[in-house]
T-cell receptor, first 114, second 111 residues
C-alpha cells in the first residue's frame, strides 16, 4: 500500500486566494482526520470523518475552512480566503477500527500564505 | 476539564545516555498512543497502551502505562543518533473520538 497520499507537498499562495489540499487515505480505512501543525499550537485536530461522514468539525478554526469527503478514497480541505495565519503544515491521517493500531499520517502539505 | 501535560519539552543527551519523556493526565485515560516525528517528517505510530500497569518494549524503547491510567512514559535506553526527533503522546478525549496530541518532547543526541 502506498500509504496516505497528500498533495501538494508545498503550497505558497497570496492572502485572499483559495487553497485546496487533497488527501487519499489508505484503502479500507474507515476514519480520516485532518490535523494542522504549527510551532505555537502543536498538532491540532481540525475535523474527522467516519465512513465519509463528518463527525466532528469543532476544530475547524473559522468558516473560511471547509472539508469534504465525497468518497472513501478522497478528501479535500479548502481554505477560502486564505490568510497569513493559516500558514502551517496540514496533515491528513487515516485509521481503521477493525485493526487496533494507530493513525497513519500522510507526508503533509506545507502551506505558506504571503 | 481534562489536562494532559507532556514533559520535558526538550531534552539533549549524549549518545549512549538514556532518555525518558512523560505524559501526565488529570483524569483517567482509556488508552494512550505514542508517535515519533522526525524533523520535516510526519508523525509515525509507535505503540498503543490500553491496560493499567502495561509495559511494552520495542528494542531499546520501553513504554509504560500507569496503574491509575493517568500517566505514561517512553524510555529509550542508550540513545543513538537515529533516535533524534519529537515524541508525542496522544489520547482520546472520549471513546470513539479522535486522538488529541500532546505538545511533544524533542530529543537531540550528540555523538
Amino acid at each position: 500500500d502506498a500509504g496516505v497520499i497528500q498533495s501538494p507537498r508545498h503550497e505558497v499562495t497570496e492572502m485572499g486566494q483559495e487553497v485546496t489540499l487533497r488527501c487519499k487515505p489508505i484503502s479500507g480505512h474507515d476514519y480520516l482526520f485532518w490535523y494542522r501543525q504549527t510551532m505555537m499550537r502543536g498538532l491540532e485536530l481540525l475535523i474527522y470523518f467516519n465512513n465519509n461522514v463528518p463527525i466532528d468539525d469543532s476544530g475547524m478554526p473559522e468558516d473560511r475552512f471547509s472539508a469534504k469527503m465525497p468518497n472513501a478514497s478522497f478528501s479535500t480541505l479548502k481554505i477560502q480566503p486564505s490568510e497569513p495565519r493559516d500558514s502551517a503544515v496540514y496533515f491528513c491521517a487515516s485509521s481503521s477500527t477493525a485493526a487496533n493500531y494507530g493513525y497513519t499520517f500522510g507526508s503533509g502539505t506545507r502551506l505558506t500564505v504571503v | 476539564g481534562q489536562q494532559v501535560m507532556q514533559i520535558p519539552q526538550y531534552q539533549h543527551v549524549q549518545e549512549g545516555e538514556d532518555f525518558t519523556t512523560y505524559c501526565n493526565s488529570s483524569t483517567t485515560l482509556s488508552n494512550i498512543q505514542w508517535y515519533k516525528q522526525r524533523s520535516g517528517g510526519h508523525p509515525v505510530f509507535l505503540i498503543q497502551l490500553v491496560k493499567s500497569g502495561e509495559v511494552k518494549k520495542q528494542k531499546r524503547l520501553t513504554f509504560q502505562f500507569g496503574e491509575a491510567k493517568k500517566n505514561s512514559s517512553l524510555h529509550i535506553t542508550a540513545t543513538q543518533t537515529t533516535d533524534v526527533g519529537t515524541y508525542f503522546c496522544a489520547w482520546f478525549r472520549q471513546a470513539g473520538t479522535a486522538l488529541i496530541f500532546g505538545k511533544g518532547t524533542t530529543l537531540s543526541v550528540s555523538s
